[in-house]
């Protein structure tokens, strides 16, 4: 079993940034940011290796938002820039042993997530 806890969540206005982090009790090979916003499904945010290559993105923060991640520290990590207020939802951290992927059943490990407003 993983335990992730996820932290930096919090109010920003639009055009800021955030910067999340997702701390695991030992590394997993592939981890993986989703969010989810009041009334919506969780979704795809952004995924990578545990070598720190093999990232992904959704389309929607492409460009915007960067994952990366220390594995000496067994941390993860999302830049948020240029916020925008439909970024708003509670991001969770997920863990799993397979390769990067957008479907949360890909995904074994889950943070109990942070709240994330951006005010417009």
């Known amino acids: 079993q993983v335990q992730l806890v996820e932290s930096g969540g919090g109010l920003v206005q639009a055009g800021g940034s955030l910067r999340l982090s997702c701390a695991a009790s030992r590394r997993t090979f592939t981890m993986a940011w989703f969010r989810q916003a009041p009334g919506k499904e969780r979704e795809f945010v952004a995924s990578i290796r545990w070598n720190g290559d093999n990232t992904y993105y959704a389309d929607s923060v492409k460009g915007r938002f960067a994952i990366s991640r220390d594995d000496s520290k067994n941390t993860m990590y999302l830049q948020m820039n240029s916020l925008k207020p439909e970024d708003t939802a509670v991001y969770y951290c997920?863990?799993?042993?397979?390769?990067?992927?957008?479907?949360?059943?890909?995904?074994?490990?889950w943070g109990l997530g942070t709240q994330v407003t951006v005010s417009s």
């Open positions: 997920a863990g799993g042993v397979g390769i990067p992927a957008p479907e949360r059943n890909k995904y074994d490990y």
